[in-house]
């Protein structure tokens, strides 16, 4: 696992090999960041990372400039790694430690991009609730976007906000957006 870009690009990075997690590959970390550098500049945005795992996905976003992220993970083992990546980068991320879903119903802050990596294995409507709960709360900033890393046995594209998607290998970006209702009038 290694930073992708930005200021510590190349850097390698060795979480326990006893974490309950799988890292989004570096392929696809460079593919998904090639298509959020299409929307946004990074030094601008508030960052939240579901299901963050080894904190892979937030240090690609510090190393990039961002300097407003959130990490949210159930794992203790996880949470206490980012910390301690944090540290080591001197990277400026606020790991949590809660379940996701407790996270997003007490949280009061909206965010410019939502990544959320849920484990592969979760059942279908675990990743359509996660999906309802983001918009539902209104947790993501109405510019923002929302990105959902899955396997190709699950489909979200039907789901209300979906945008766009992206295959890489065995994994799946679906991108979901807020979607202004225009009243277009014919002529």
Known sequence: MRIISGKFKGRRLSPPKNLPVRPTTDMSKEALFNVLNNHFHFDELKILDLFAGTGNISYE???????????????????????????????????????????????????????????????????????????????????????????????LNHLDHFSFQKNYGGSIFSFFEMVENEDIEAD
Not at 93 to 103: G, Q, T
């Open 61 to 155: 976003f510090a190393s990039r400039g961002s300097n407003n992220i959130t990490s949210v993970d159930a794992d203790f083992g996880c949470i206490k790694y980012i910390k301690q990546t944090t540290d080591e980068f001197d990277f400026d991320i606020a790991a949590v430690k809660s379940d996701v879903f407790a996270y997003i119903e007490k949280c009061k802050s909206t965010f410019d991009v939502i990544f959320a990596d849920p484990p592969y294995a979760l059942d279908q409507k675990i990743f359509e609730k996660l999906v309802v709960s983001i918009f539902d709360k209104a947790i993501l900033d109405p510019e923002g976007m929302l990105v959902i890393e899955h396997s190709k046995h699950t489909t």
